[in-house]
């Protein structure tokens, strides 16, 4: 006789699909998980570097468009003091670069600081046309404008925030100068200091010799030494801020890319913030590189790293 074949399902088999229908539920809920986190990691890598790739791109534009660039020497520490923030940043331990003349950037020599964590300039801005009123009718004259720019870092707390200062607008003390009829550069400086220019500026002058206030008299005389250059943080330069969740790396803050890759980290400087300037008189190259990182908690340490160099002629 034949034993009659069972139909359905036993007990054991039931458990043996629901182990295995688990184990299936696991393992796709954390390839979602593993997956939905990539992708948030990915995000934030790209924010990182659209950040850090607009300041640079900022930085770009100042530096192609500068009428002087300053190094570290006792003539252009004195115009950073000359600026509102100047003490501030000389007091935190900024650095401007030192000027070399290797037709290379390389780290720096062993005890000897090259490298800087400020980009400091004056740029070239609008050429402005004044009309005065003479004797003879209306004359015009033309005047070149100037502007101040800052891009250093500062540290709050744990944070190292990226910022960008603008001066107030200055005028080409020359084209002022060149106006031969007093009465006619009178007309003008008073015209311009309505307008907002309180200050003069001869790119190729020290401190003393070339910063001028722009008085309302109508009158040019030269800064104070008292007296500072006035100016703000640029909103829009203030990349690295509460609202951000991001900073500037700070020394040896990362494994995975040397910080800092050309100076000899001293506290706090530099960071993931360096300027190397090379070259002469006729023009310089500047090298500016930045790391960012991501503050938000991951397993993994998410940043981004930019660098650029920019030929200017200041």
């Not at 950040?51 to 500068?66: G, H």
């Not at 006792?74 to 007091?91: F, K, N, P, T």
Request: with cysteine.
């Amino acid at each position: 006789m034949h034993s009659q074949q069972q139909c359905g399902t036993t007990m054991l088999e039931i458990v043996i699909m629901g182990m295995v229908m688990s184990l299936l539920l696991v393992m796709i809920t954390q390839s979602i998980a593993s997956l939905s986190k990539t992708r948030a990691e990915s995000r934030t890598h790209a924010e990182l570097h659209s950040v850090a790739d607009r300041y640079a791109r900022q930085i770009e534009t100042d530096v192609s468009a500068a009428a002087r660039l300053f190094t570290d020497t006792a003539v252009d520490r004195e115009y950073l003091q000359a600026m509102s923030v100047g003490s501030e940043l000389i007091g935190a331990g900024n650095q401007l670069p030192v000027l070399t003349n290797v037709g290379l950037f390389d780290r720096d020599p062993t005890g000897i600081r090259e490298t800087g964590n400020i980009v400091f300039l004056g740029s070239r801005r609008d050429r402005i046309a004044v009309t005065v009123d003479t004797a003879t009718g209306p004359a015009t004259y033309y005047a070149q404008t100037y502007q101040f720019t800052i891009c250093t870092t500062r540290s709050n707390g744990d944070r190292i925030d990226a910022l960008r200062w603008v001066s107030s607008p200055l005028v080409a003390y020359w084209d002022l100068m060149e106006i031969e009829s007093e009465l006619d550069r009178t007309a003008a400086l008073t015209q311009l200091r309505d307008s907002g220019l309180r200050y003069a500026w001869d790119p190729k002058a020290d401190r003393a010799n070339g910063l001028f206030a722009v008085l309302a008299a109508g009158a040019m005389t030269p800064l104070s030494p008292d007296d500072r250059v006035s100016g703000a943080y640029d909103e829009r330069g203030v990349l690295i801020t509460a609202s951000r969740p991001m900073r500037v790396v700070p020394n040896q803050g990362i494994t995975q890319l040397p910080v800092p890759e050309f100076a000899t980290p001293a506290g706090a400087f530099p960071g993931g913030f360096e300027v190397k300037i090379d070259g002469g008189p006729s023009g310089k190259l500047l090298l500016f590189r930045m790391v960012l990182e991501s503050t938000i908690a991951n397993e993994r340490r998410v940043f981004a790293e930019v660098r650029r160099i920019v030929l200017a002629d200041g």
